[in-house]
């Protein structure tokens, strides 16, 4: 029964600090006052303080007692990445993130994750419970522009935020992200070296993210710069929903590539969004009787481990520079949170592109050391 009533003492000054009727140097009650007020142990009043303090929400200071704190200055030592899903199949949120992040905070800050699950709802409750349980939050948004909202109440109430990957429309935070028109640029040029001139835009439907965004425009500017027409034609934009339906993805990408290959489109070559349209590419290639790269090159982003593909290095792959992309935000979250109030930026992280070749690595464990990332930033 005590710790029901020391958490509605915490949660009936948490909401009037929140509310703004308890205004930064406000003195709260003493745990003596509290305790005859609320008719509790001393103790439990103590505790319900304590939690208020934990939470960055008050602070003690000599001669005044208990005072709500000002968020400008108070510090709960913890930073929040709020990540849209976590799957330890393909490696996600990627360990080089974390030891990003991890390195830049150094040892005097934690990290706390969460999961939004994809659910703009879940997101909105997750902002606003690290905007006040955080000193500042990094977060791969759902990118849904009707949770803006939730986003600048963190912002507007003192707590910095960083978006990773993407930004959706209107949302006035710093976004770090791969320098997405760049390394698709550079990809779709490599297929456009090797005589590909009827290239092919694979991708989930995802209009709200501005990193396909970026993708789809370069992708488009590369092809039309090269002389090569109107590339929209050969784009494919498949539904998310088949991010849950291996097997229908699959067939959705066969029928696409058999209508796509026929003598009168003359396709040869494809480039992928991302690690899971390009694996149902190669398997929709075989189904279809193209081997690839011999009847269909291949270009894709590549953020999973190199042993989720049979033959990776006989395809161009975009790998991003996910350790440089969370130190870079915790940087910049930092600044915020020492106190930068100019306005949004956009960092760019240049990615890495990795030609095809025609031999691999002797073995799987010599793919892994021989990586770049792996050398570049091995702990």
Not at 27 to 39: F, I, K, M
Not at 125 to 135: K, S, V
Not at 214 to 232: S, Y
Not at 280 to 307: I, K, S
Request: charged letters at 25%; glycine letters at 8%; proline letters at 6%.
């Amino acid at each position: 029964m005590a710790e029901g009533l020391w958490e509605r003492i915490m949660l009936h000054f948490r909401e009037r600090i929140e509310r703004g009727e308890l205004r930064p140097g406000d003195r709260l009650p003493s745990d003596a006052r509290l305790a005859a007020e609320w008719g509790v142990s001393r103790p439990t009043a103590h505790r319900a303080l304590a939690e208020l303090r934990r939470l960055g929400l008050v602070v003690r200071t000599k001669g005044s007692g208990t005072v709500v704190a000002d968020r400008a200055e108070a510090r709960t030592g913890r930073v929040a990445l709020i990540v849209d899903r976590m799957d330890p199949r393909y490696n996600f949120p990627h360990t080089d993130l974390l030891r990003g992040i991890q390195d830049a905070l150094g040892e005097e800050t934690g990290l706390v994750v969460a999961r939004s699950d994809d659910d703009p709802r879940r997101e909105a409750r997750l902002l606003d419970r690290f905007a006040l349980d955080a000193d500042g939050i990094l977060a791969y948004p759902v990118a849904t522009p009707g949770n803006n909202e939730a986003f600048h109440r963190a912002i507007d109430g003192g707590t910095p935020v960083v978006a990773l990957d993407r930004r959706p429309e209107g949302l006035r935070t710093d976004l770090v992200a791969t320098n997405n028109k760049d390394a698709t640029r550079r990809a779709v040029e490599l297929l456009l070296a090797e005589g590909h001139r009827r290239i092919a835009f694979f991708s989930f439907h995802k209009p709200t993210f501005s990193s396909v965004a970026d993708r789809h425009a370069a992708f488009v500017e590369a092809l039309r710069g090269a002389g090569c027409g109107d590339p929209e034609p050969w784009v494919r934009w498949f539904p998310q929903a088949l991010e849950n339906e291996p097997a229908l993805l699959i067939q959705a990408v066969r029928d696409a590539l058999i209508a796509l290959t026929r003598p009168s489109e003359g396709v040869t070559a494809v480039f992928c969004v991302e690690d899971y349209v390009a694996l149902a590419t190669l398997e929709a290639a075989e189904g279809a009787g193209l081997r690839a790269p011999q009847d269909l090159r291949l270009a894709f982003f590549n953020d999973w481990p190199q042993l989720m593909f049979r033959d990776p290095w006989r395809h161009h792959r975009v790998v991003q520079d996910v350790y440089g992309i969370g130190r870079r935000a915790t940087e910049q979250l930092q600044r915020r949170m020492d106190g930068d109030r100019s306005g949004p930026v956009t960092i760019e992280v240049p990615a890495l592109l990795h030609p095809a070749t025609e031999s691999g690595p002797a073995s799987a464990l010599a793919a892994v050391a021989l990586s770049p990332i792996h050398r570049t930033n091995g702990g």
